[in-house]
């Protein structure tokens, strides 16, 4: 077992306001479509092409290349999940990697498969009374867009290592951290390392159609069989550089993140032939709706991003430093700045993306319906029911509003404490990998399985440990899908300090 060297501490500053419970949040260029944008401004900066993985405290050069292995491997099998379900085949032949790449982790840990492919491992701790830990990844990635495959620099399924990168579908989300979770396992149980408390490992394959059959159904159970958690952490964050101009790298860990919700509204008429049209068709009026929605947004709320507004403050200088420190005064010229663009605008208000309309059969044929879908990301503080009600209220009469539902979760949940012994081992993990870097806590702008242990878990997390530009963050759901390979070493290490962080012995 290589010695450990003492913890080397990531960089905090903790805001002036004490009321911690407000939250801390950022979320520039989370949004795809805000990434996707952004990511136009990167185009023609140097990006690295090392080869090299970068050396980790604890972890040898074996373990980086063995992680760099077994994920291209699980790149390559494509684990696609739909609303209409998974290729058994294909997440059999995934469970089948899994079991011949980690063998110490299926000798040493009990593994449950729920909801026909989620799979749970239990590894026991020497303490039944302390509270548990939840670690979890998905194994499920979104599809490749038809006619987007030549956009690719290497095939979506290719796992192909590149240019300094390793590439394909799942890279970052979310089988990096799935892998990195298991190879960190693996190596611990070879030493004969006992966790004090007991650990889970959930390893969903329906995160991204809403999770209901996996995470939702694992949660379900602890709560009935009175499971506390002390920690559960999920994919989310990142250290990703290029946040704000002039600010270094930044640890996003989330401490929270948006709902989604989607809203279907409907306009009916009579129809008839086009020859006699109304002064508004149902088409029209479902498109005077969204536009009502586009033009008056909910209201913005400066309040939950001041604690992280202060901790910025601390790291910059000049002009947005002092409008920063002085948010009494400053505040409503600050949110009408980040009102401006679409990747800061979301920061501070629940917002709204009109994403399908449909209506009418033929170009003479007045349509009796026609139906928009919009896509509200519920900041914490708003409901499900004030966004209809708003939707109501600005659309009118004669519009019906409906929700449509994504999970079994519609609100947003409480943030978690930056102060908990949850965050800090997590943030103390991240200054083990990535020394010097300032942590951020942040709130997420997309959902993820986390969501659902948010009642029976004392802090609740979200952060990979992978660097990331800010332009990169589009590859997600994206094109051209890629961690860095220097990354390998601190992926294993990240997760490796985390768990021995929370006590036991070999």
Known sequence: MTTQPEPRRTTYHPPVTSRKKAGL?????VGAAAATALRRRWRGRSESTSTEVAAIPGIDQAAATRFLDNLAAAIRIPTVSSIDGVDPVVFGEFRALLEKSYPGVHAGLSREIIGDHTLLFTWPGSDATEPAVLLMAHQDVVPVEPGTEAGWDHGPFSG???????????AMDDKGSLIGVLEAVEGLLAEGFVPTPTIYLLL??????????????????FAREGVRLGLVL???????????????????????????LDVEITAVAEGGHSSMPPAHTAVGRVAGAVRAIEDHPMGARLAVQRPFLEVLARIMGGGRAVLLRNLGWSGP??????????????????????????????SNVLPQEATAIVNFRILPGDTAAGVLDHVRSVVGDGIRVRPIDFGKTSDPGPLSSI???????????????????????WILMGATDSRYFVPIAD??????????????????????????????????????ALVTSLGGKP
């Open 25 to 29: 949040a950022v979320g520039v260029g």
């Open 459 to 496: 802090g609740v997390y979200r952060f990979a440990p992978l660097s990331t530009s800010l332009g990169d963050l589009s590859r997600i759901h994206g094109t051209g899908e890629r961690i860095a390979v220097a990354d390998a070493g601190r992926v294993v290490g990240f997760y490796r």
């Open 160 to 170: 192909a290592v590149a240019d300094g990168y390793l590439w394909g579908r799942g």
């Open 333 to 362: 010229m600050v949110e009408r700045m980040l009102a401006r663009a679409p990747h800061t605008n979301a920061l501070i208000r629940t917002t709204a993306a009109a994403t399908v309309i449909r209506g009418g059969v033929k």
């Open 204 to 221: 969903g394959h329906d995160e991204e159609v809403g999770g209901e059959k996996g995470a939702a159904a694992v949660a379900e159970r």
């Open 419 to 441: 102060e908990s012994p949850g965050f800090r081992s997590v943030a103390n993990a991240v200054g083990e990998v990535f020394p010097g870097v300032t942590v951020a806590p």
């Open 234 to 260: 999920d994919e989310g964050g990142a250290v990703v550089s290029g946040v704000i101009p002039g600010v270094p790298p930044l640890a996003l860990i989330g401490v929270g993140e948006k709902a989604s």
